[in-house]
Every structure is written in structure tokens, then in C-alpha cells.
């Protein structure tokens, strides 16, 4: 009798749950074509950075986004007005905050896929997926601008902003250009420890955008589904022309514990003083932050070559 | 293996040192940089040139490294041999006594805590840490005459409530502390001479105090009433030597972070080799330690190369010593004394009354309307009208019943786990149960991506029925010897806890949200789960109360039920299964970290109540009290955001523990 219990219960919850889960199905659709084909949402609420940063720019102040501290701390572009409520962090969002604000609209993401039913009985909710999906990160930026803007009613304004983004980087790119900057290899790292970092590379927004801007990134080994691969300081010795830059934000101690030791100090972009440390870049935000990275990595390389 | 080699023990420590440094050796080859030629690391020897950056690297972080490694590792293994010798235990490490934990808290503390801690290097906060969480486990072992498994059970309670408390600061702080996953599982990578400069100095002063004192620490090994009557100061011996490990294992936790296995399973390797002397035990254990460190050092390095992970290599030494350490202890028998718990025969066998069952009921009740009604917003606290915000209450619902059921069915299970282990402070946590629901887990995102809340359920629940069984067949074999079984059940929780951190460490965003379920976040349960745990419990505890009888006679030990006519064996059997069954349905619920499952059959019993079907009625109840309180806790402490409930309850559970266990002193046990 013992063995057939394990089997039971689970099969029952299971069951019980697929049931909910094609029940749910057709209503969230529902849900959708209210959402798209009547009144725009007013009070929609963010689960994630990238979708908020979406909203903002698209002139929509969402109702709450979850952790604004950490926001205001990684992100910073846009701005996040002081009024918009917090629900918490992004993977324990406060459901209880989330009810109170009765929201008309939920902006959730695949890797909250656990969540969704919880989030439904509140409010309508849509999966836009920014980051970590294993493809092209800037290819799905796009999209879920566009999905943001379908969704908010503001079609036009996200296609404005795919082309003020496009534009920005055309003018970096020709700054660089200017500068003779053009065809520079460069590394784009963050700093986890004194000898431990994460290398962006194929597929993330760091690689979009140093091609956009008519640079070459440094880094063509292997990354994993959010882009980048963690390794250690002596991997940034491999192309010797490579300029380093660290994503901020970053502080002179943290490095000097990865560039000022004997090792760091030979790194060849080290010896050509080419290591620099970027302003605040959120590495796995929207169409701002990519700009905002576009903007601090020339502004980085051209200070760095008077 | 070696156990059953007819050779003399020097021959058997050669034979396996030579495996590991032909690993090492092998290891090293097949993952060498190829930017570093021989004429290269001819350049690159003594003093390499700026300008070749291959030379820098072999002098500065190759060299260097092996050298970390080979220190690290002798370290480890001498500062293990050393406290399992004066411990007389063979559980006793620097990670099973809760030191590297220590540190691993401390440094995590001192980063939060920026430039305020900046008047103190990172390694000595780190060794401040390990000294404080080393000196707690020392006084609660010291109360309880240094018992082996309660020793190694106090280490763990501090190191799950230190490892609770380091989970909801990088919970809170995942984007500054991302760190911690690497440190806490052994990086080795260089960048200067700075490791081998502090670890060399540390290991020879250790080393050659403990040498010094090889006479004592044979006598202590020996026993303290031999100790005693040869004039012995037991307690200031036994101490200093402690002392000396602990610091050497902070030097080291401070340097690497936290290598695990190497203190424990060396150690415990070349006891099974016999050899003749504390001073061969001692130097044999540092040497193995060294090759085995630097074995899994060039291991991880070529498992890093092959991808685009970086494997740490103190996860590499809980992924291959795990297995090592179990294939040995279940070939030969622990050369340790089995040490049966002391039974409290004193003291009345009176049952407390039905005024506990009152009191526990009406905390219950009193807590769960509280939970329901209770809620805090940006004002303040505000009471629910049942009327008005009817959805609000049925957002609550399913929390407060998950929490409930969760925290009754890890009770329960403990209860049973208890009875079978014989030992009162023995909790699901120690059968690799939780562990192994938490790597299933990981995995199944890992390789899967992102599944439904059903599928993660089903795959936690796999890979707990999994762990516990492997544990199950082992306890089987050595059903008398307890220390075996509960070594056993640590392998196995350091070997599955690795593949977590391993997975932790190279997935970024995921791992915070990971980090979030395993710590018992009661915000995913549904009221289909919810009243399917409540089924579950309710027929596993009508089949508890329906075999009381056998079950209760479970911890009298083997001999006495079997001469009654019991098969111990099928009891004991099915005991552990129906425990393992509800302890991996409460850890989707309630994450492993909850120490509910330990403390709720414990307080129970220091209330009085001493019957089986009493015993678990009350145990319920305490549990669900726990749980339920500690969720709403979570809900309201620092809203808008949540603490999970099972990290809460971890954190209160195991200092709630941590005080009992050290209040309880030896005369508990003197009649």
C-alpha cells in the first residue's frame, strides 16, 4: 500500500493543476484581446526592470515595479518617478501590493512562468520576455518593445524609440569614427571577485551594440543563454588589441582588485592603459539601457584616446 | 577498496596518494593552457617579463594556484584529522562543525557592510566568523561530553542558520553578493602570491604545533577518563587543540572560501588505511589533503575549459568525495565506537495533559486568524474585512493552508526520522532528503529551462525519494552503527548541495529566483496543493498512529524489538519512507532550510509528552504553529517585501534549537 501513495497524490495535484492550467489558458486570451482592443491600460504594474524601463519610455509611469531601489541602484535610465509603488522583490513579489493597486495590466516574463497563475487571479497578465531566452538578447528587445507598445496602445511611440535608438547609435558610431576609433576590439566585463568576471559575448546587448557602433567585441567564446560566460581575469589576455571595459556600477576598489595585481597589471590592455570604467549599464535592460550603454562606451573609448 | 588490501598502511597511503597525484597530474595536462610553452614557463619561473603575458600568467596565477591548492588542501585534511581526533568523532570537519559557514557570514556581513568594515581585511572578518561559530558549537558540544553525533548535529544547526541568514542577505543583495556563490564553494584561481604567503606560515605553525602535541592528541583519542588518570588537563588540552584547527581551517576558509569534504573525507580515508600513529594519522591526512585539493583543482580547471561554466573546485571535491567517502564507509565498517545516545530515564513518564493539546490548538487558531486577518501595507498594520476584500483573503488562503500542512508534514517527518535514527536531535535535513528535493530542482531549470510549478513539484519530489533511498540502502547495511548513517547522509547533502551551487554560480538572473523557491517561498502554493499536502498528512498520520506500536518501539534500539517478535528491519523501512515521502512534499512548500522538522518533535518532548500517538498529535500541531507564524512573520516584517516563510522559520528554528541545545546540559543525561 505504501508504494502506490507517492504516486496518488502527486497525479492528483498534477492533474488538478493541468486542469487549472487549460482552464486559465482561454481566459488569459480573453483577458489579451480586452487588453489590446479596448481602452489602453491605465494602471500597469512591471515585474521586471527592462519592461518598466520600457514603459517609462514609452511616457507611461507604471502603477509599481518590483525592487525600485535595486532600479534606481542598476538601471537608472529613465528615471523612475518617486510616486511609483514598490511590490517587493522580482523573484517574491508582494501579491498583497499587487492586489491593493488593482492593476489593469501585468507585465510578467518567462522566467516568472511559475507565478503566472497567482498573478492572473489579479489582473491580466502578459509574458513580454527581455533577457536570458538563449537567442539574440537585442532581437527580443525589439519585440518586446513592440509587444509593450501593442499592449499599452503606443505602437508609435515604441517604433519612435526603435528609431531615436537606432539614430543614437548611429551617432555614437560615427564619433568613434571620428575618433578612429572605428574596428576597435574591445572586452565588455562586469566584475564579480578579484578573479572571477563575467565576459559578455555572442547573443547579449553588449555584443548589438559595440557591432552597432561599428566595434568589434573581443570575446567569441562560449556564452551561456543570458550571454555571457564566467571566467577569469587572465581570459581577457587572449586578443592583445582589446580595450576592457567594466560595467558600473563599479568602484576603484573593486578594480584595483582585479587590475592593479601582478597579473592584472600585465593584462596587454592594462600595459596600454585601456582599461575603463563605465557609468551605470544595465547589461540585461530595454532600448534606454542600450543606448545608455552605447552612450558610456564612447564616451569611455574617446577619452581614452586623446 | 583499500580497506581490503592486505598491505602494510604505509603502503595503502602511498597507493593513494599516488592515485590522486596521477589524477592531479593527468588533470593538469589534459586542461593546460596551451599559451604556456616550455620556453615560457622557463621565462615565467622566477621573474617574468611584463611583456609576455603568458609568463606573468604561469608565475602569478598558475604557480601560484597549485601552490594555494596543495596548501589548502594540507590544511584541511590536518585540521580534520585533528578535531576528529580530540572530538573522538569521526563527523567532526571544518564544514560539519560549522566554521566555514562562519566565515562564509561574516564576509558576506562585511562586504553589505562597505567602508564601516573597511577598518578590517575581509579575511579577518572572515576569521572572526569561523572562530565565533567554531566556540559555539565547542560550548554546546562541551554540555554534552563532546557526543559525536551531537557535536556534528549543533555544527550543522549553526552552519543551516548561518547559510539561512547569508541566503536572505544575497536574496535581498543578489546583484553585490553574487560573489558568494563561488567563494562558498571553493574558487581557487590566483592572481599574486598573497594565498601561498598567508596559507604557508599557517599550515607549518599549525602543523608543527599539532605535531608537537601528538601525545596529547593520542591520549584524548584515546578517551578522557584514560586522559584524566594520566594526569591530563582534558578540557585545556582538548581546547588548545581545537583552537589551533579552527584557526588554520579560518586561514584557509579566508584565503578560498569553503572547500568542502577534503576535512572531512581524508581524514576519515586514512583512518580506514590504519595507520600506526597519531603523528602518521596527522601527516598522512595533510598530505592526502594536499594531492586531493590539488587533484580537483586541475579537475575543475578542466571541467571549466571544456564550456562556458566555471567549476569551483571545492564543488569538484564534494562532487567526487562524496561518492569516494560513501563507496568506503559502505565496503568496511567506521573504525569509530558507535555511541548510542544516553536515554533520559529520569524524570516522570507522565504525559502532560490535554492542557497542552489546549494551548497548542488555541496558538493554532489564535495564529492562523491572525495570518488570515493581519496584513500590512505602507501605513501600517490593517485588519481584514471578510466582506469587503473577499479576494485579498483568498490570496491569503493558500499560504497560510500551504504553510500549515507544510510545516505539520516536516514535523511529522521529523518526528519518525527521530525514531528511527534513535537520536532526538536527528532532522530530515541529515537524510540528504531536502538536498536532494533542492538539486532535482536546479537541474530540472537548468536543463529544462523554465517548467510549470507541477513539473517542479514532480522533479523535487523525485529527486527527494531518490536521496532518501539511497540513504535508506545504506542505512540498511549499517543499521547499528549510527555515525555511518549520518555521515552518509552528509555526503550526500554536501554532494547534491555542490551540483546546486555549481548550477548557482553560472546561471545569473535565474539563481536569485532559484534561491527564492529553495527558501521556502509559500507565495507559489495553490489551494489544490495546499489540500492535497493536508490529504497527505492526514492519511500519513492515520497510518502512524495506526502502526504506533512498532514504530514506537523503533528507538529502543535493534535488539529489544526483534526479541518481541518485530521485523525492525520492515519497520524501519517503511518508517523512512513515509518520513522521506511527507519531509519532500513539505520542502516544495517550505524550501530545505526550515529546521521545523527538528525543532517541533524536540519541543514536544521537553514539554513532557512522552506516548507515541499524543507525541504526534502534538508534534502537528507545534509544527503548523511554527510554520504558520513564521510565513505571516515573513509577510508583514519588512513589507513591501517578503521574507520566505521556510527562511524565517530556518533562521528562528535553528537559533530556537541552537539555545535548547546549549541550555540542555550534561545532567540530562547523568541518571
Known amino acids: 500500500m505504501m508504494p502506490t501513495r507517492p504516486i496518488t497524490i502527486p497525479g492528483r495535484l498534477a492533474a488538478l493543476l493541468c486542469l487549472a492550467m487549460l482552464l486559465s489558458a482561454p481566459a488569459a486570451a480573453a483577458g489579451t484581446a480586452a487588453a489590446a482592443g479596448a481602452a489602453a491600460p491605465a494602471r500597469i504594474v512591471a515585474m521586471e526592470w527592462a519592461a518598466a524601463e520600457t514603459l517609462l519610455a514609452l511616457g507611461i509611469v507604471p502603477a509599481a515595479i518590483a525592487d525600485a531601489p535595486g532600479y534606481r541602484a542598476w538601471v537608472g535610465h529613465p528615471e523612475l518617478p518617486a510616486g511609483v509603488a514598490d511590490i517587493g522583490l522580482r523573484q517574491e513579489p508582494n501579491l498583497e501590493e499587487l492586489a491593493r493597486l488593482e492593476p489593469d495590466l501585468i507585465l510578467s516574463h518567462a522566467h516568472l512562468l511559475p507565478l503566472k497563475e497567482k498573478l492572473a487571479a489579479i489582473a491580466p497578465v502578459q509574458a513580454v520576455t527581455f533577457n536570458g531566452t538563449g537567442g539574440d538578447t537585442f532581437a527580443a528587445i525589439l519585440s518586446g518593445t513592440r509587444e509593450i507598445g501593442r499592449l499599452t496602445g503606443r505602437s508609435a511611440a515604441a517604433e519612435r524609440l526603435i528609431d531615436e535608438t537606432r539614430e543614437a547609435f548611429d551617432r555614437d558610431a560615427e564619433k568613434l569614427r571620428k575618433a578612429g576609433l572605428a574596428g576597435r576590439h574591445v572586452y565588455f566585463v562586469r566584475l564579480v571577485d578579484a578573479n572571477t568576471l563575467r565576459i559578455h559575448g555572442k547573443n547579449s546587448v553588449a555584443a548589438t551594440v559595440l557591432s552597432r557602433l561599428g566595434l568589434v567585441d573581443a570575446y567569441a567564446g562560449d556564452v551561456n543563454e543570458w550571454g555571457f560566460a564566467l571566467s577569469e581575469p587572465s581570459a581577457l589576455a587572449g586578443d592583445t588589441d582589446a580595450a576592457i571595459l567594466v560595467a558600473g556600477p563599479v568602484g576603484e576598489e573593486e578594480m584595483a582588485r582585479v587590475f592593479d595585481t601582478p597579473l592584472g597589471r600585465a593584462l596587454p590592455a592594462s600595459r596600454a592603459k585601456a582599461v575603463r570604467r563605465l557609468s551605470v549599464t544595465w547589461t540585461f535592460g530595454g532600448l534606454v539601457s542600450a543606448v545608455t550603454m552605447a552612450d558610456a562606451i564612447t564616451e569611455a573609448l574617446t577619452e581614452a584616446s586623446p | 577498496m583499500i580497506a581490503a588490501m592486505p598491505w602494510a598502511p604505509g603502503a595503502r597511503l602511498l597507493g593513494v596518494g599516488a592515485f590522486l597525484a596521477a589524477v592531479g597530474i593527468l588533470a593538469s595536462a589534459a586542461g593546460w593552457d596551451p599559451r604556456v610553452t616550455v620556453s615560457v614557463a622557463r621565462l615565467g619561473l622566477f621573474d617574468p617579463p611584463n611583456d609576455v603575458f603568458a609568463a606573468v600568467m604561469f608565475h602569478y596565477a ?21 578535531m576528529q581526533a580530540v572530538l573522538r568523532n569521526p563527523l567532526a570537519s571544518p564544514t560539519t562543525l560549522g566554521v566555514a559557514s562562519g566565515a562564509s557570514f561574516a564576509l558576506a556581513l562585511s562586504t553589505l557592510a562597505g567602508s564601516a568594515a573597511a577598518f578590517l581585511p575581509p579575511e579577518a572578518w572572515s576569521f572572526l566568523g569561523a572562530m565565533g561559530a567554531g566556540g559555539l558549537v565547542y560550548l554546546i558540544g562541551r554540555r554534552h561530553r563532546f557526543d559525536p553525533a551531537r557535536v556534528a548535529l549543533s555544527g550543522m544547526a549553526v552552519g543551516l542558520f548561518l547559510s539561512a541568514a547569508a541566503s536572505g542577505l544575497v536574496l535581498f543583495n543578489g546583484q553585490q553578493l553574487a560573489f558568494l556563490f563561488l567563494w562558498g564553494s571553493g574558487h581557487l584561481a590566483q592572481s599574486d602570491w598573497s594565498g601561498p604567503a598567508v596559507l604557508l606560515p599557517a599550515f607549518a605553525l599549525a602543523a608543527a604545533a599539532l605535531l608537537a602535541a ?144 489546549a494551548a497548542l490548538a488555541a496558538g493554532l487558531a489564535f495564529a492562523i486568524l491572525v495570518a488570515l486577518f493581519l496584513g500590512r501595507t505602507g501605513g501600517g498594520f490593517e485588519l481584514l474585512d471578510p466582506a469587503r476584500d473577499g479576494t485579498l483573503l483568498l490570496t491569503r488562503l493558500p499560504r497560510v493552508l500551504g504553510a500549515l500542512t507544510a510545516g505539520a508534514a516536516v514535523a511529522l517527518s521529523g518526528l519518525l526520522v527521530q525514531k528511527i535514527v534513535g537520536n532526538d536531535l536527528a532532522s530530515p535535513e541529515l537524510l540528504g532528503i531536502s538536498s536532494g528535493a533542492a538539486a532535482a530542482l536546479v537541474l530540472a531549470v537548468l536543463v529544462l529551462g523554465v517548467i510549470s510549478r507541477t513539473a517542479l513539484l514532480l522533479c523535487g519530489f523525485g529527486g527527494a525519494i531518490g536521496a532518501t533511498a539511497l540513504v535508506l540502502w545504506f542505512a540498511r547495511r549499517h543499521r547499528d552503527q549510527i555515525a555511518a548513517v549520518l555521515l552518509a547522509g552528509i555526503a550526500l547533502g554536501v554532494f547534491l548541495d555542490a551540483i546546486v551551487r555549481i548550477a548557482l554560480a553560472n546561471a545569473s538572473l535565474e539563481a536569485t529566483a532559484l534561491l527564492a523557491w529553495l527558501s521556502g517561498s509559500t507565495v507559489l502554493v495553490s489551494l489544490p496543493e495546499a489540500i492535497g499536502l493536508g490529504l497527505l498528512l492526514a492519511a500519513a498520520a492515520g497510518m502512524v498512529l495506526l502502526c504506533r506500536r512498532p514504530i514506537a518501539l523503533l528507538d529502543l534500539g535493534a535488539a529489544v524489538p526483534q526479541a518481541l517478535g518485530l521485523r525492525v528491519r520492515a519497520a524501519q523501512t517503511l518508517t523512512l519512507l513515509l518520513s522521506a515521502l511527507l519531509a519532500s512534499a513539505s520542502t516544495m512548500v517550505i524550501g530545505p532550510l526550515s529546521f521545523v522538522g527538528l525543532v517541533a518533535p524536540h519541543l514536544v518532548r521537553m514539554a513532557g509528552v512522552r506516548r507515541l500517538a499524543p507525541q504526534v498529535g502534538a508534534t502537528l500541531l507545534a509544527g503548523a504553529l511554527l510554520m504558520v507564524v513564521a510565513d505571516w512573520l515573513g509577510r508583514v516584517a519588512v513589507t513591501p517585501w517578503q521574507v520566505p516563510g521556510g527562511l524565517v522559520a530556518g533562521l528562528f528554528g535553528s537559533l530556537c534549537f541552537l539555545i535548547l541545545a546549549a541550555r540542555r546540559g550534561a545532567g540530562g543525561h547523568a541518571a
Open chain 2, 62 to 82: 598558475t604557480l601560484p594556484r597549485i601552490a594555494v591548492a596543495l596548501l589548502a588542501g594540507a590544511s584541511l585534511g590536518l585540521a580534520g584529522a585533528a
Open chain 2, 214 to 357: 601528538r601525545r596529547v592528541i593520542g591520549i584524548l583519542a584515546v578517551g578522557d577518563d584514560v586522559a584524566g588518570s594520566v594526569g591530563l588537563k582534558t578540557e585545556t588540552a582538548r581546547l588548545l587543540v581545537l583552537v589551533v584547527a579552527v584557526a588554520l581551517t579560518a586561514a584557509v576558509v579566508a584565503r578560498v572560501g569553503i572547500v568542502g569534504f577534503v576535512g572531512l573525507a581524508i581524514p576519515a580515508i586514512v583512518r580506514l588505511c590504519r595507520p600506526r600513529s597519531v603523528a602518521a594519522t596527522l601527516v598522512a591526512s595533510a598530505g592526502l589533503g594536499a594531492l586531493a585539493l590539488f587533484a580537483a583543482d586541475a579537475s575543475a580547471q578542466l571541467l571549466s575549459r571544456s564550456g562556458d561554466r566555471l567549476v569551483p573546485a571545492g564543488a569538484v571535491t564534494a562532487l567526487f568525495g562524496a561518492p569516494v567517502l560513501f563507496a568506503l564507509l559502505s565496503r568496511s565498517r567506521l573504525s569509530s565506537r558507535p555511541n548510542p545516545p544516553l536515554r533520559r530515564s529520569a524524570g516522570s513518564f507522565r504525559d502532560a495533559g490535554p492542557a497542552l493539546f
